[in-house]
């Protein structure tokens, strides 16, 4: 019958394709450690990786693999994690996001070009975000010179934070059209629900000292208003 026929082709299957073909069509957390303990050495974890990403979901065990692989210091093991976190962040909008905003900042600047790379295939507006959430979290100036040139090549989305608007303004080396578009962002934090954070993030703008004086004049007017 059906089943059985199916049942035929599955035990016909090596053990690692039986672990991936169950784990895509499941999500098994259980086949996926099978899957993470019949590998051995750094090679294998690379191949396991390659063959992970066309069915990557973001689970915790695949989460917990791609984050311990990026920790390697091996470039091959990296990317193919990043790999990976690309692979489900474009199926799933919800997963891999601390993990690619990570990659985006890391202090090795060939680890935020693999994250560059993994972002770049995103939706637009969701790449976007990912860089302002990048931003946001006060990388080291290589990082942030990275992320403000893409920011400025890009542009500023309106579903800029206000956090991420305040970092952008800070920058004294961005063109004058995308400084009015974090304006504008900003300003319209004002009277939305983030308020709150657009306030905050207005006064870390005005006593940024780094800053230009003219967005701090600027900050300030609009805590006046």
């Known amino acids: 019958d059906g089943n ?3 049942d035929a082709a599955r035990a016909a299957l090596t053990p ?3 672990g991936l073909l169950e784990y895509a069509t499941t999500g098994s957390e259980a086949a996926l450690d099978r899957l993470r303990k019949a590998v051995q050495g750094p090679e294998q974890i690379v191949l396991l990786l390659e063959q992970l990403a066309p ?3 973001g689970g915790a065990g695949e989460v917990d693999l791609v984050e311990t692989s990026l920790r390697d210091a091996s470039l091959a093991m990296q990317t193919a994690a990043l790999a990976v976190a690309g692979a489900a962040a474009r199926r799933r909008p919800d997963v891999y996001q601390s993990t690619l905003v990570q990659a985006l900042t890391a202090p090795a600047a060939e680890l935020r070009r693999l994250g560059f790379a993994a972002v770049a295939v ?3 507006e969701r790449a976007q975000a990912m860089y302002q959430a990048a931003l946001a979290t006060d990388p080291d100036p290589a990082a942030r010179r990275e992320l403000l040139a893409v920011v400025a090549t890009s542009g500023v989305a309106d579903t800029q934070s ?3 608007a305040a970092v952008v303004l800070a920058s004294r080396d961005l063109p004058s059209a995308t400084r009015e578009r974090a304006r504008a962002q900003l300003r319209r934090g004002f009277a939305a629900a983030a308020a ?3 306030v905050a993030a207005t006064v870390r703008l005005a006593a940024d000292a780094k800053a230009a004086p003219e967005e701090r004049a600027f900050a300030l007017g609009l805590l006046r208003e």
């Open 4 to 6: 059985g026929f199916v």
């Open 16 to 18: 690692t394709l039986q």
């Open 55 to 57: 069915v990557a979901r």
């Open 122 to 124: 995103l939706p637009a």
């Open 162 to 164: 206000p956090a991420a």
């Open 196 to 198: 709150t954070a657009a």
